[in-house]
């Protein structure tokens, strides 16, 4: 089993539309992380979540960290074709673990 | 700075061949990561360095998995006798230890397909 799951596992919605998207765990964490990530690309770093029911505002995307430090959110709001990519969560123990990811796909 | 190099993009093998694979880490960065990610999956947790010392190795990892950072620099990810199942994307992060938090900047990957 992964330390962190992500739901949904895919996501297609048009533009415009909000979403949701989910990491969850057993394990409490110091910090969690969300990345995106495009096709043939690395992760790139979005946001770092520290503080129990932290919410933290990049533009559209607004990530919240649960108050036990064990899961976290992301929302889009009115989502964009550019939003499109591979959203992973990950936790850092000793070392820095992923979730499987949200594949999320905005159609024009 | 360029920002967390890997070489090749793209390596192309057959099974049973030997490979290698190159990270070139952020320099200021102490700390070097190896990942390996299929499709539609989360990348796995491979490897880490904290300068040339490796810190953990995930009990994944078979033994024909060698990596290795001499000077606490680049690194190396060696992969003996390919097997199909070794296709991936192997991905090299770094990070500087002692941040308040830790950030991981990742490269492009090298993408790698055993026929």
């Known amino acids: 089993t992964q330390l962190l799951e992500q739901s949904p596992q895919f996501l297609s919605i048009q533009e415009g539309e909000n979403l949701t998207v989910y990491c969850n765990s057993s394990s409490v964490f110091s910090s969690l992380q969300w990345y995106r990530q495009e096709p043939g690309e690395g992760p790139v770093l979005l946001v770092t979540?520290?503080?129990?029911?932290e919410v933290k505002k990049l533009k559209r995307l607004t990530f919240q960290f649960g108050d036990a430090r064990k899961d976290s959110s992301l929302h889009i709001t009115a989502a964009q074709p550019g939003d499109t990519g591979l959203y992973l969560c990950a936790g850092a123990l000793d070392d820095m673990r992923f979730g499987a990811g949200t594949r999320l796909t905005v159609k024009p | 700075d360029t920002g967390v190099s890997q070489d090749p993009r793209h390596k192309i093998t057959k099974r049973g061949q030997n490979v290698t694979f190159r990270c070139d880490p952020i320099s200021e960065h102490n700390r070097l990561y190896w990942y390996r990610q299929t499709l539609g999956q989360g990348p796995e947790f491979l490897t880490y360095f904290q300068n040339e010392a490796q810190l953990e190795k995930s009990r994944l990892l078979s033994n024909r998995f060698s990596a290795e950072r001499p000077k606490g620099s680049f690194s190396t990810l060696e992969i003996q006798r390919t097997e199909q199942g070794d296709s991936a994307m192997y991905l090299c992060?770094?990070?500087?230890?002692?941040?308040?938090?830790?950030?991981?900047?990742f490269g492009s990957g090298t993408q790698l397909s055993v026929l």
């Open positions: 992060a770094s990070s500087l230890q002692g941040d308040a938090w830790e950030k991981l900047f």
């Open positions: 979540v520290v503080t129990g029911g």
